[in-house]
């Protein structure tokens, strides 16, 4: 096996990586650094002495309350002392990463990082025409196979309530 070719990162540990704002799928600003093997400050650093390579469509800054949901959703732990707002960069801006980040494993890690994100657009599409063959399906059948096309979409779309925070409650005393 080639040097190119050993796994620096694990594909799931990326995938957890990749978040879903405002419409997108982005990854954070630290967490790019950690996989990269740099610190948060120089990543950002060499973001902003490049920033003509950094269109919105390729990075953004996140609102406070993107923020804040963010943290709710990963944990504080990790978050304590961040006083900046996190960038968030898309694929695009994943890509032109490697060429300000100029090392060998930001370039062998920046390549994992875009098999993922294709891996994760081609589970997509693959989800959609899953979905639009039972559509088709459903047109063709009568009414008795309603309920169970019913159960089969209710599995296929992404729960729309927002989950309950995780961990234990105390309970109110009396």
Do not use: C
């Not at 694990?10 to 967490?31: A, H, N, W, Y």
Request: positive net charge.
């Amino acid at each position: 096996m080639k040097k190119s070719e050993i796994a620096l990162v694990p594909q799931e540990t990326i995938e957890s990586k990749i978040f879903f704002l405002r419409g997108r799928r982005v990854m954070l600003d630290r967490d790019l650094a950690v996989l990269y093997g740099v610190e948060t400050k120089y990543l950002k650093r060499q973001v902003k002495r490049n920033i003509a390579r950094f269109p919105e469509d390729f990075m953004f800054q996140l609102t406070k309350d993107e923020f804040n949901n963010l943290r709710s959703q990963i944990g504080t732990s990790s978050w304590g002392g961040t006083r900046y707002l996190s960038y968030a960069f898309t694929e695009q801006g994943v890509a032109m990463l490697s060429s300000v980040l100029n090392s060998d494993r930001a370039i062998q890690v920046n390549i994992q990082i875009m098999r993922t994100f294709t891996k994760l657009r081609e589970m997509l599409m693959a989800h959609k025409d899953l979905k639009r063959k039972i559509e088709d399906m459903e047109k063709k059948y009568d009414y008795q196979f309603k309920i169970v096309f019913d159960a089969i979409k209710q599995l296929l779309e992404p729960p729309t309530e927002p989950k309950g925070k995780m961990g234990f409650r105390a309970l109110k005393k009396i």
